[in-house]
Structure formats: C-alpha cells, structure tokens
C-alpha cells in the first residue's frame, strides 16, 4: 500500500498529515498549496473536483481510495492505519468511535469559522487589512463553544483525565486542537479558558506535531 497526502502544513492539510505522524504511517507528502494555482490544474481536479487541499490518496491492493475534507481525512487515517486496542490515537471501541465523530463535526460547525476570523484578523493579514469590529463579533462568538470545551475538559480533569475521549491523547483531540489552535491568538479568550489553553499547549507540544512544524519550516 502508498498513502499520499497533497497539502501543506499551514493549511487544514495539517490535520491528516499529524494524524499520519502520529500513527507513525509512512506516506509520500505532496507540499501542494492552496494559492497560485497548484489546486486548479487538470492531474489535482481529477483528484478533488472542488479544488481544495487536502487529499489523501491510499493506494490500496482493493484499489484506490481518495479521501477529500480534512476531518475526513484525518478520521480515515485514524480507523483504517490505527491499531484500534488503545494504544494509539484511533477509536478503541464505539465510544471513542462516537467521541472522536461527534467532536470532530463540532469544531468544523461550532469553532472553525470564528477562530479562522480571529487568526486572520489578529496575524495573518496585513495590518491594514485586519478588521477590528469582526475580529471582536468572533471573539464574542467563541465564548459560547469555548465555554463548552472547557467545561468538558474542566470534567475530565475531575475523573483524572487529560484529553478529550480517553485517558490518552487520540483523534478527537488532534481533530479539535487543529481547530481551536487558531484561536490562540486571543489572549483575552486563552486567559478566559484556561484548561482550553493548557491542553492546547499540551496537544502541539507532542513531537509528531513538532516534527511537522520542523519539517515545514525547513521546506519554507
């Protein structure tokens, strides 16, 4: 079998390529980005008609399997490269099944857009680009599902838990810290959620994510 994965770590691509790393799966890693054009050409569309990165293609002896939409990704990784008995980031049994699903859905519905706004708006446009008044409305806007994650935390620390859906770090965790890290830019909101924030630290402090952010920086 040969997985490849199209994307580049400052991307949503980061959640299957961490899901790769973490699951120690080896794969070919195509640095496509989502700018200039490399998602528009005939060989990538044939591959994603909608022209967004990521891609996963799995090379299987069944036939080829092409997975779009990050979280979709990254969750095929997960059940399909994991060896489901606990010991790594995939679902152990139906519970973790159901977390992983559940928490994973949530933060594309619930988190993405808001924290994607507050990156934007607090670092990754030019200064004169940056809007103030929205960069407040999603802030404001974030409190509400922060306010759900840290208490959901805030109840696992009390059962002596440190992540999401089990007593070790698994898909769910990397599915939402991919998404909630974007919001790390508020110190105002990090300050008002302070579990969200450890665990955040904690989340890209592992050295699968560490070895990702190496390797992009080497490659910029």
Known sequence: MALTIHGIFASRAVRPLWAAQELGVPYTHVPTPYQGGATRTPDFLALNPNGHIPVLVDERPEGRVVVWESMACALYLARHYGKGDGSD?????PAEDAEALRWAF???????ADALCV???RLGLPPQRRD???LAAAERRLRVPLKVL????????????DHLAAARFTIADLCVACV???ARPSHELMHAFPRVHDWLQRCHARPAYQALKAAAKGQG
């Open 119 to 121: 990156l934007m708006h």
């Open 106 to 112: 949530w933060a594309v519905t619930e988190l993405e």
């Open 180 to 182: 909630a890290n974007w």
């Open 89 to 93: 980031l995939a679902p152990a049994n």
């Open 132 to 134: 103030a008044d929205k």
């Open 150 to 161: 840290e208490d959901h935390l805030s109840a696992r620390a009390a059962q002596g838990h």
